[in-house]
């Protein structure tokens, strides 16, 4: 009876693991070979299928820690206690308008908490007015036919109920931005907040952290308020979740490349066939 060597085992498989991991390139030099190797298309194969396992259990990982974010982000789409005063009147305001956006109305609580401190008259040096700090731009975009501009400070001009600074028009405004901003980051709240903050063309998809460090302090102050008890667990939270996300933007477009070098390979040998 034939004895196995235990060593020559290790050996025959580790030498297939690594003809697994080079296949790609080995497939592409394959491709201008005169006869394919069928245990080089057999290895990429299983690249491929441990690829796509790859990338389906970092997607659902990636689903998995956005889920604990909104939950610590107000829950989005159920009410939790915030630990922040607010006054009967904005607490009707924030409530309505939750409603209607759809947003966790602690989610807007603490925007307003961090924004501006609850102050109705804040002015930002950048021109940012009210509760909700509201850009000029913002304000005539979702209030085109406003008699107020925006452009004013506080006190210098009285618009009345159309009054930038005006508590409930600067909410509306406030909310139904942050809701358009979260539906075009497909449900992405850090990355709404992100841009509320920093602006759309100060978001980088690709980076896991916020470009700016005061964009980064913003996120920490409202996960702290939304998260007293562990502000820290928020951050990393996040952190997880953006770099998650860049590296599965990352491992779709080495598919494609993936997919490419099996069409090369699969044209000019499956042409040779015919």
Not at 25 to 49: C, E, T, V
Not at 115 to 136: H, N, R, V, W
Not at 170 to 192: F, M, P, S
Request: proline fraction near 5%.
């Amino acid at each position: 009876m034939e004895t196995v060597n235990p060593l020559a085992v290790k050996k025959k498989l580790l030498l297939r693991v690594l003809q697994i991991l080079c296949s790609p390139f080995l497939l592409l030099i394959d491709a201008f070979r005169p006869r394919p190797s069928r245990m080089i298309f057999s290895a990429f194969l299983w690249f491929m299928l441990g690829t796509f396992l790859l990338s389906a259990t970092l997607y659902f990982w990636v689903e998995g820690q956005e889920t604990q974010l909104e939950r610590v982000l107000g829950g989005y789409f159920s009410d939790c206690e915030v630990a922040i005063p607010v006054s009967t009147e904005i607490e009707g305001i924030i409530k309505r308008n939750a409603l209607m956006a759809d947003v966790s109305p602690d989610l807007i609580t603490a925007v307003i908490q961090v924004e501006s401190g609850f102050d109705p008259l804040a002015y930002s040096p950048k021109g940012a007015c009210g509760l909700m700090q509201i850009t000029p731009l913002v304000w005539q975009a979702y209030n085109p036919d406003s008699s107020c501009n925006g452009r004013h400070r506080p006190g210098a001009v009285d618009h009345g109920v159309e009054c930038i600074y005006n508590s409930d028009a600067n909410i509306t405004t406030g909310v139904q931005y942050l809701r358009k901003l979260i539906d075009h980051y497909d449900g992405e709240i850090g990355r709404a907040l992100e841009a509320y903050n920093a602006g759309l063309t100060n978001v980088n998809l690709e980076e896991f952290r916020p470009k700016y460090r005061e964009t980064r302090n913003y996120l920490q102050r409202i996960g702290t308020l939304l998260s007293a008890d562990n502000p820290e667990h928020f951050w990393a939270l996040y952190n997880a979740h953006c770099f998650g996300h860049a590296l599965l933007q990352g491992l779709f477009i080495f598919t494609m490349v993936l997919w490419v070098i099996l069409l090369i390979w699969g044209h000019r040998h499956l042409r040779k066939i015919r």
